[in-house]
């Protein structure tokens, strides 16, 4: 299993060759954007993301804030630990980098030594676009888009198979649907307590969202001090 690609002749080649040709006919400047876009870019966006929706959640302080700031916490460890799951991965397949078995690539960034399968950028944005969908769907359909991009970008950069994205995707959604459970059961309590806590309940909601919150009754409900008040006035 060192190589899952050897010759030019099957769908796999041809498409890296069909997205890595539309970099050679791309002006300088725009290959350039891409080049860092796929490397760099779209990681950060991916964690921008997750702040954004963090802060949007602690803002509408919902009754499962906790719960939600728990998937939140959980994309990038589930990101984390995709990655580690990959390592044995790549070892095992040993796939080379297309550049080396191919020619006629246009590689837009050097030194990838490495092994190709599966990818650490589809799996890292496509865990965290994952678990993100899992906190709020709003926000993960974009994530998803992201890492869909993200993997995209890596083909056309000609570091990378398309199975190679394709793996990393499944990768990365595996790890982050199936260890959610445990994750959840493990993360939700700890968020609930730094929600109860004096130091650290502004992690899950806002100040004025825990102040609703604590002043929140049910409707037509008496208060305890409006029932003295007219036990009170009988007297």
Same mark, same amino acid.
């Given at each position: 299993?060192?190589?899952?690609?050897e010759?030019?002749?099957?769908?796999?080649?041809?498409?890296?060759?069909?997205?890595?040709?539309?970099?050679?006919?791309?002006?300088?400047?725009?290959?350039?954007?891409?080049?860092?876009?796929?490397?760099?870019?779209?990681?950060?966006?991916?964690?921008?993301?997750?702040?954004?929706?963090?802060?949007?959640?602690?803002?509408?302080?919902?009754?499962?804030?906790?719960?939600?700031?728990? +998937? &939140?916490?959980?994309? #990038? %460890? !589930?990101? =984390? $630990?995709?990655?580690? @799951?990959?390592?044995?991965?790549? /070892?095992?397949?040993?796939?080379?980098?297309?550049?080396?078995?191919?020619?006629?690539?246009?590689?837009?960034?050097?030194?990838?030594?490495?092994?190709?399968?599966?990818?650490d950028h589809?799996?890292?944005?496509?865990?965290?676009?994952?678990?993100?969908?899992?906190?709020?769907?709003?926000?993960?359909?974009?994530?998803?888009?992201?890492?869909?991009?993200?993997?995209?970008?890596r083909?056309?950069?000609?570091?990378?198979?398309?199975?190679?994205?394709?793996?990393?995707?499944a990768?990365?959604?595996?790890? +982050? &649907?199936?260890?959610? #459970? %445990? !994750?959840? =059961? $493990?993360?939700?309590? @700890?968020?609930?307590?730094?929600? /109860?806590s004096?130091?650290?309940?502004?992690?899950?909601?806002?100040?004025?969202?825990?102040?609703?919150?604590?002043g929140?009754?049910?409707?037509?409900?008496?208060?305890?001090?409006?029932?003295?008040?007219?036990?009170?006035?009988?007297?």
């Open positions: 299993m060192a190589v899952l690609a010759s030019g002749s099957n769908p796999d080649v041809d498409l890296l060759y069909d997205i890595n040709g539309l970099a050679k006919d791309a002006p300088h400047w725009f290959d350039r954007g891409m080049e860092f876009v796929g490397e760099y870019g779209l990681l950060v966006a991916m964690v921008l993301l997750v702040v954004w929706c963090w802060w949007s959640v602690r803002r509408r302080g919902d009754e499962d804030a906790a719960s939600s700031v728990a +998937a &939140l916490v959980w994309a #990038p %460890v !589930a990101a =984390a $630990l995709a990655v580690l @799951v990959n390592v044995p991965i790549r /070892g095992f397949v040993e796939r080379p980098r297309p550049f080396l078995d191919h020619t006629g690539l246009d590689v837009l960034i050097s030194g990838k030594t490495d092994y190709s399968f599966v990818s589809a799996t890292i944005t496509m865990a965290m676009g994952v678990a993100l969908f899992v906190a709020d769907r709003r926000f993960g359909l974009v994530g998803i888009g992201v890492a869909l991009l993200e993997g995209f970008c083909v056309y950069m000609g570091v990378h198979y398309p199975t190679d994205v394709v793996g990393g995707f990768l990365g959604t595996a790890v +982050a &649907l199936l260890l959610s #459970p %445990v !994750a959840m =059961a $493990l993360l939700t309590p @700890v968020l609930k307590a730094v929600e /109860g004096s130091w650290g309940g502004w992690l899950v909601r806002s100040a004025g969202a825990r102040g609703v919150a604590r929140a009754v049910i409707p037509g409900a008496r208060s305890e001090s409006s029932g003295t008040e007219e036990r009170d006035l009988a007297a």
